[in-house]
Structures are given as C-alpha cells and as structure tokens.
C-alpha cells in the first residue's frame, strides 16, 4: 500500500448490522464483537492515519487511539476531522495528547472557532480546504505533502458516500454482525444524496473473506 497519485492508499473500515446499520436511530454504535475490535485496533497500528466526520466526533466522541492491543504512543496514527464549521468541541477526546490530531475547515468556519482549536496544544493543527464544504481531493493532497502514505476511513454514512463519490476509497473492509436493528432513520454504511442508477453504483471485487467469532469480515477492492 502507498500514495495513489496525490492522495494517500484508503480503506474504509467499518463495522454493520446484517441490514446494513451502522447505528440505530439513537445512535448506538455496539456492533463488533470483541475480536474484530483487536482486527480494528491491529489495522489501527499499520496505517499512518484515520480519517472521520465531524458528526462521529460529536456523537462518540472518539479518541481513535490505539489501546485494544499492545502499543507505543509513536504507534497512534494521525487523527483527522473534516469538519467545515470548525465545531469540534475543545474538550473533545480527539484533540488530547495520545496522538496527533489535523482538523480541516472552511472559508465558513469562525475565527473563534478557528482559534480555540490552534491554541489547544502543539498536536493539533488547522488546516483550510474549501470555501464551503471540505475538499477532499485538497485534503488528501495536503495529506500526502504531510507524508501520510495511508488513512483509515472510519466514517459516519455521509462522509463514507462523500469518499466514494470523488473516487478516493481503494478499499472496503466491513464486518457484519449478526444482528438487525431496522429504522429508517438508523444510518446505513453509506448515506448521502445517493445515487439515481443501479448502473452507477460503486462496484467492488471480494477478495477475503473470514470469520472473526459470530461476526464475518468481507474485504474488498474498489474498481476504478
């Protein structure tokens, strides 16, 4: 795995419900089992980077660390928001000490806000992408000036679809646990607006497949 280009190697980890549920509609997020967190926490430690949504950071407030398995500090990958009104809380656990963190803003995120996040402490660091919305082809190119060679997509739905949608994700790992939930307000893997023709659809090539307790991890590539 390596820099595609002028964007890092991408692979979006996640873990749905066997109705593709990645959490139910008040936001419980208890879906793998405990040996596919030590799968999680494993991948953790060989990439450079995660990569999530504001929308993750303010409903678990993550620390996405790695602490499942043995570690170092040196061994935490570099910790990324998109976050385009710079509304990551200063208390957040994202921004502690553990490792460090890139919040990326827009045009549209406040000075204050802006501020709060620059003085929190010399491991987190702002950077701007978009006027509106983050761009994500500017992000990725920012990554890669950074050094970071691979990212961890542990998005919530609308990130993921954002990823794919611009053609950044090389692969897809997803554990499916044995479990339904329903609600059509409970998100799925993918969100977003969606797209019209099943001709259209992001197509991907199985290449493993494994049990990990009740849980079965699928890991595919994206065709391109």
Known sequence: MGVDGMKPYVILN??????????????SSEISGSQDLLRVHKLRKD????LVG??????????LTIHKIPAEKSDNPLRI????RARTPLKAR????????????TEKASHENINGLKYKGANVDVVLSGEDKVDLHILMNELVQRGVRTLMLEGGSTLNYSML???LVDEVRVCVAPLIVGGVNAKTLVGGEGLDDMKDAFKLKLEKNYRLGEDLVLEYTVIK
């Open 81 to 84: 928001v998109v976050d385009s």
């Open 47 to 50: 990439l450079d980077s995660i």
């Open 165 to 167: 949608k611009d053609g």
């Open 14 to 27: 996640s873990a749905m419900t066997l109705d593709g549920k990645i959490v139910t509609k008040k936001g």
């Open 94 to 105: 994202i921004l502690n000490d553990e490792a460090p963190t890139l919040i990326a803003v």
């Open 54 to 63: 504001i929308n993750t950071v303010l409903a678990d407030d993550p620390r």
